[in-house]
């Protein structure tokens, strides 16, 4: 019986200490928010993390790092994915891999 409790105790100890990392790497308010088409977010999330904001002796590890590639891989358009390829690398060159003009436009306006 107490072999289970101080299971139960480590256990929940384990659970206070360890780090969360899932929380961690999203912005809590940013203009990304409002954006309801699940890609044009990813895209500018993608950009908000490549930015690479917030300071650097913060307690967050996770916080401060660039997840602009993770967000760029889940946008599922292959052109919209192409455009945040481009925009993070800053490489109009990428912008030519785009088939619809429009976003192609957008593209080498962003990299600007």
Not at 13 to 23: E, H, Q, T, Y
Not at 62 to 81: E, I, M, N, P, T
Request: proline share 4%; with cysteine; net charge neutral.
């Amino acid at each position: 019986m107490s072999f289970i409790k101080g299971l139960i105790r480590l256990g929940l100890v384990a659970l206070i200490f360890l780090p969360l990392p899932a929380l961690a790497g999203v912005p809590d308010k940013s203009e990304c928010d409002t954006i309801d088409v699940p890609d044009r977010r990813n895209l500018c999330l993608a950009q908000l993390s490549h930015q690479g904001e917030g300071d650097p002796l913060d307690k967050n590890r996770y916080q401060d790092k660039d997840h602009s590639s993770y967000y760029c891989s889940l946008v599922r358009s292959r052109d919209l994915k192409n455009m945040c390829q481009a925009v993070i690398e800053k490489n109009k060159g990428k912008c030519d891999l785009i088939g619809n003009k429009e976003i192609e436009q957008e593209c080498l306006e962003a990299i600007k």
